[in-house]
């Protein structure tokens, strides 16, 4: 069986594409995070999963939209609880589109292995967007791999960000 993984970046796909494969399913990487800022934030992060997925063998569909504008378009004014709601809506609305499009039996995302994200509003927008696109939306708890992707992406040198991507977590990193 097929599922497309949306893929926030290489450090946090580790421990999801073996976890899937554990499972006997084949993932299809899927790069789109129009969220990531400033654009050398994002060339880094999309280079390194570029390149990590040609190593592992791990197919990969990327929507390459360095998209600032929409993303601000899409969360801005809201507050922290509501913004990151609306990006969660705004990456999985294109990962159930593109699951749907490629054939795939489900689809998931990275992003469901960060203790940092708000996990419920991720899963609340992943079965929306699956509702919408005809999609299914396979839900896994990734966060006890955690630490151990961490480190697996530690020993391989992958580049390793500091914040979730979005300029608002950017700048609160600093506050």
């Known amino acids: 069986m097929s599922v497309l993984l949306h893929i926030c970046c290489a450090p946090c796909s580790i421990e999801c594409v073996s976890r899937l494969r554990d499972e006997g399913l084949s993932p299809l990487g899927f790069w789109y995070n129009p969220n990531i800022h400033p654009f050398t934030e994002y060339k880094a992060r999309r280079d390194a999963l570029t390149g990590y997925a040609a190593g592992i063998g791990l197919p990969l ?32 609305d294109a990962a159930a589109s593109a699951a749907a499009a490629q054939g795939c039996d489900s689809f998931t ?31 896994r708890d990734f966060r006890p791999r955690f630490r151990e992707g961490q480190n697996a992406a530690r020993e391989l040198g992958l580049y390793r960000q500091k914040y979730c991507g979005c300029i608002f977590s950017e700048e609160e990193r600093y506050s």
């Not at 913004?83 to 705004?90: Q, V």
């Not at 708000?118 to 509702?131: G, I, M, N, P, S």
């Open 109 to 139: 995302t990275t992003l469901l292995i960060s203790p940092y994200q708000r996990h419920d509003a991720l899963r609340d927008a992943a079965e929306a967007a699956a509702r919408r696109h005809g999609a299914a939306f396979l839900y």
């Open 61 to 92: 569909l990327t929507r390459d939209e360095y998209g600032l504008r929409e993303f601000l378009s899409r969360v801005w004014p809201s507050g922290p609880g509501e913004r990151c709601a609306r990006c969660y809506d705004l990456r999985m």
